[in-house]
């Protein structure tokens, strides 16, 4: 069959290898100049940056996957660990025990609600070790039992936010309030909270070369299969017939296919590119247009004249959770001016997980805040003026309370950028600059199942191919929605 995809994101190269592979025509378009979309990453003056995503979970479905693809090792994946700091603690626990005794030494006065809290979390951790592949025949006899308690805890507390789970165990004026509930994306289901601890401590992975080697390898890979990538070549219509999808527009050409397939944005795939609206139901276009999707974030980016090794002895490790204790920091105030100078923080160096992302006894450092939903009227109302001084007021913001983190960057700085959800939004094509697919609050839903990976559509033959095929999104969902289309349309052969 000739397959047009649109989008060469993780989802995107994922599918177009395995439809290669099977023996399918296929071609896949990319707006950017470049693969990857949010699993990607860029230069400036020599210093490498992440352009989105950092690590993901899942690694023994990920790396399977890459194996069926023949590219497994061709790709330096690599554990991402993490350091956590705050103004009562500092340190780099290896697992869930030695992160609760981190905690219980920080803070003794909280030793019950601490424990309470444990007590309560603790079965969302270990129910999911029902979602890992069996080591042993022996373990394949109790999957039928963690099933059941997988679903036991998630109905229990699918329809409940980690903000009201955390809640039930410390004061809104307590500091760990303020932490714990910021474990995971803001107001997210609570039984998505042990899978999130699950993968900080045991399954949280990142690639040793930049996520762009990751992308350029399965874009080389598909080329190798016959596969046509075009790049710099945004698709301008999907085009339908009779309800059903039968190509693609590409600079006013009409370019057919057997089946189209939409690696991208879920809204913008119907709202904007799909050439009769009609056929969608007004109460589902209604649906695709209002419902909230994932929260974007601002970063900086910094080129610091730091040598490695000293800048490995100030940060310790590359990825770093730094929450200053501030209160106020509602991710839902779009109109708090000071949001910046509160919210918790990630710092993450590539040249600290590989020295070569970095010019030679320099170093790079991204500094990194979730942002509220369209701050400050969407960043100036579309007013260039008000834009630029939103980003570099932010900048300076974060910039300096790093800085009280870590002094020596101060003078270092040789390179500064940074990109707001409006510069996610134009590289990656995700609305609002999303970071991963529809909103992680379960009250906010767009598909009923969070799960799944839901690759059908309303149009015939046009399937969803990225991480949108699931509420949550994230490098397994696009991934997972790849396999299911691949099955789905079999053998070209």
């Known amino acids: 069959m000739k397959v047009s995809i649109i989008g060469a994101g993780i989802g995107g190269l994922t599918l177009a290898n395995y439809l290669t592979q099977q023996g399918h025509q296929v071609t896949l378009f990319e707006a950017h100049s470049s693969p990857g979309g949010y699993t990607a990453g860029f230069r400036r003056h ?113 329809n409940v936010t980690i903000t009201d789970f955390t809640g039930r165990f410390f004061t809104p004026s307590s500091p760990l309030y303020n932490f714990l509930k910021e474990l995971g994306y803001p107001d997210m289901s609570a039984w998505l909270l042990g899978g999130a601890i ?22 080389e890979a598909f080329r190798q299969r016959g596969g046509t990538l075009r790049l710099k070549t945004p698709v301008e219509r999907i085009l339908t017939e009779n309800g059903r999808a039968v190509g693609v527009m590409i600079n006013g050409e009409r370019l057919s296919a057997d089946i189209v397939v939409s690696a991208m944005d879920y809204k913008k795939t119907f709202l904007q590119l799909l050439d009769h609206p009609e056929l969608l139901a007004a109460d589902l276009h209604d649906k695709i247009a209002n ?10 980016y910094l080129g610091l004249n730091i040598p490695h090794s000293r800048f490995q002895q100030m940060l310790k490790l590359p990825h770093v959770l730094f929450n200053d204790g501030s209160f106020g920091a509602d991710v839902h105030n779009s109109h708090d001016a000071d949001y910046f100078q509160k919210a918790s923080l990630s710092l993450y160096s590539p ?45 300076s913001v974060l910039l300096e309370r790093a800085a009280k983190l870590l002094p020596d960057i ?18 990656t094509g995700n609305s609002d600059g999303a970071t991963s697919a529809f909103s ?16 059908d559509t309303p149009v015939k033959n046009l399937y969803i191919g990225s991480c949108w095929s699931s509420q949550i999104g994230g490098v397994p969902g696009a991934i997972g929605a790849a396999q299911k289309i691949a099955k789905r349309l079999g053998s070209g052969k």
């Open 46 to 158: 020599g210093f490498y940056f992440e352009s989105g995503t950092l690590s993901f979970e899942s690694g023994s479905m990920v790396f399977k996957a890459m194996e069926d693809l023949g590219v497994r090792d061709k790709i330096r994946f690599v554990p991402q660990k993490s350091r956590w700091m705050s103004p009562r603690f500092d340190g780099a626990p290896e697992n869930w025990e030695q992160f609760k005794e981190l905690l219980l030494n920080a803070y003794p006065e909280e030793q019950a609600g601490l424990t309470q809290y444990f007590r309560h979390t603790e079965p969302l951790i270990k129910m999911m070790t029902a979602l890992q592949p069996p080591a042993s025949f022996k373990q394949s006899l109790a999957i039928p039992f963690k099933l059941a308690q997988f679903m036991r805890y998630f109905y229990q507390y699918k």
């Open 198 to 219: 699950y993968t900080l401590f045991y399954d949280y992975y990142t690639v040793e070369d930049g996520m762009q080697s990751w992308a350029d390898v399965l874009a």
């Open 291 to 300: 419902t909230a999707v994932s929260e974007g974030i601002f970063t900086v």
């Open 351 to 395: 040249s600290l997980m590989n020295a070569s992302l970095a010019p030679r006894d320099k170093s790079s450092l991204m500094i990194s805040a979730v942002a509220p939903y369209r701050w400050m009227n969407n960043w100036g109302g579309g007013v260039r003026a008000e834009y630029e001084s939103l980003k570099k007021r932010v900048t």
């Open 410 to 427: 101060s003078n270092a700085v040789e390179f500064v950028d940074a990109a707001t959800p409006l510069t996610y939004e134009r590289y």
């Open 440 to 455: 992680w609050n379960p009250h906010k839903r767009f598909y009923k199942n969070m799960i799944s990976a839901h690759i």
